[in-house]
Structures are given as C-alpha cells and as structure tokens.
C-alpha cells in the first residue's frame, strides 16, 4: 500500500506534467511509464490516478488503463485543484470541527441528532461524515452513530504536541537509516512553492493543513522507522482541529513555506545535521507564533 503523504504530492506531479505537456482529452496516460519517469513504484501512481478520477480528470477503461478526460486548458485554467483533499472548505463540515472542538458536541452521535443540529439532508452529512473518518477523528459505530475521537482542545497540550514533534522530527533526520526519497522530495518541493507563491491564499484549512502534515510526514518517513513515521501521524490527527482555527490566520504561511524549502536545500546538499537542527526550531517557532492563539 503506498504512504499516504505520497499520494496527494504524486497527484500533483501528474497534473503538473499534463499542464506541462498539453496534453489532450483521450490522451493514454500509462501508470508504468508515469512511474519510471517519478522514479517510483506503480503503487502511488496508481493511488494517484484515481484520485484523479474521482476530481474528474482522468476516466479509466478495463485492460487499457487511465485516459485523459478534461482539456487541459481546463486544467491549466483551474490552477492546482484540491492537492489530494476530498474537496474544498465546506460550511457544514467547519461548523462541525468548530463544535466538537469547542465541546458543543458530545463524544458520540447519531446521524438523525446531527441532521437537525446542521439542518443537512442524510446524503450530504454521510458525506461529510466519511470525509471526517477518512481523516482520523471520528468512526461509525454499529447503526447510524458516531463516535469522535480525542483531540488538544487546551493551550499547554497544544504546546506539548509541539515539543514533540521537535524532538521526534529531528531525531528522524538523523536517523542511520535516513535516505532521501528523491522523488518525494520533488513533489514537495512543488506543492509548497505552489503555496508559497499564491496557494496560501486560496486552499482550504483542510488543504492546507494536509499539505503541511504531508510535508513532515514524508520527511520523517525518510528515516526508514516506523515508530518515528506513526507517532507523528498520531499527534497529526490530535491537533488537526484546532489547526483549524489557528490557521484562520495566514499571514506566516509564506514563511513556514520557505522554511519548509530551505530544509529540503539542507538535506539535499547533505548537510543533514543543520536539517535537523533548522527542523526543530522550525517546529518550536510555529508553537511560539500559534501557541497564544489556542484558547
């Protein structure tokens, strides 16, 4: 199974390479030669295109593969689509994190209870619903209910994330085991120069902060220890909600996203030592910038 935090930057090489290319509608988009060219796998680029298919950019066919389905022109117009999210800010969905992250909403629920309190038809909450499960912090129970999973809800446990993924990221980088995984890098590289010379202003939370959780992820994945690459996941799913709110403010954005380059150019000119330690105080500056915004 391919890493999750590879997907969504693998999705991007793709659209980026049928912009590049211009390429047309009925265009055979061979998953083996896409991954020669990645120097990947064909597991992610197959996770890849059909995430494609399910935004509506690509159509498969039995026994042939993936085909264009929209001008590219269209694409081009449209810019970077939703960079892997399930889809853009939706009003019902915020309005749920906001609550459960204000404890307005109780540890468990059923649909009908939820129906009411957002005034939502069943098709589009079970929608959201299983957008929210996908991500982490929330499953169905037997029958229509739900249950939410813990989250930082307090400062000092937001500060607390913090002080470990300093500690737990840097150590990754210098793991012995730690190799460069040149085409993950690449595919960073794109997605956050895309944010940094416009994306900001235009993803969603959801986006944004997957794009940020994604770009950690890789790198620790890097070391090449499972513990590392799980632990953080886990603080991930703990803080996205109160990410949420912190970044309704996305003035720092452009910088965490230089930064995020500026380690990518420490690591790739082997000096892995400075990564780290640029690394950490990356991950403790962001708690000082954001930390007196929770609560």
């Not at 994330?161 to 840097?170: D, L, M, N, T």
């Amino acid at each position: 199974m391919p890493r999750p935090s590879l997907v969504p930057q693998v999705t991007a090489l793709i659209l980026d390479q049928i912009r590049d290319r211009r390429l047309t509608p009925g265009q055979h988009l061979p998953s083996q030669a896409l991954a020669d060219g990645f120097r990947l796998s064909r597991a992610p680029v197959t996770a890849a295109l059909k995430e494609l298919e399910r935004q509506g950019v690509v159509r498969s066919e039995p026994n042939r593969g993936y085909f264009l389905a929209d001008e590219a022109e269209a694409i081009a117009r449209s810019g970077r689509p939703s960079l892997g999210a399930p889809e853009a800010e939706d009003e019902v969905y915020l309005r749920i994190a906001e609550d459960r992250l204000a404890g307005r909403l109780p540890d468990r629920v059923s649909e009908a209870e939820m129906m009411r309190l957002y005034a939502v038809a069943r098709p589009r909450l079970a929608k959201i619903l299983y957008r929210i499960a996908e991500e982490g912090w929330a499953e169905r129970l037997p029958g229509n209910g739900w249950e939410f999973s813990p989250m930082l809800t307090s400062r000092e446990a937001y500060e607390h994330s913090y002080q470990f993924r300093a500690a737990v990221e840097s150590e990754a980088l210098r793991a012995p085991t730690f190799r460069i995984d040149a085409a993950a890098f690449a595919a960073a590289r794109a997605e956050q120069s895309f944010i940094l010379e416009g994306g900001h202003r235009t993803l969603s939370r959801a986006e944004l902060f997957r794009a940020n959780a994604a770009f950690h992820e890789m790198l620790v994945g890097c070391s090449g220890n499972d513990f590392f690459l799980e632990a953080l996941k886990r603080v991930n799913r703990l803080r996205r909600l109160i990410e949420y709110r912190v970044t309704l403010d996305r003035s720092r954005l452009p910088l965490q996203s230089r930064e995020h380059l500026m380690i990518l150019d420490l690591l790739t000119s082997g000096q892995r030592e400075a990564a780290a330690v640029y690394l950490r105080q990356h991950v403790l500056g962001a708690s000082a910038i954001k930390a007196p915004r929770v609560g």
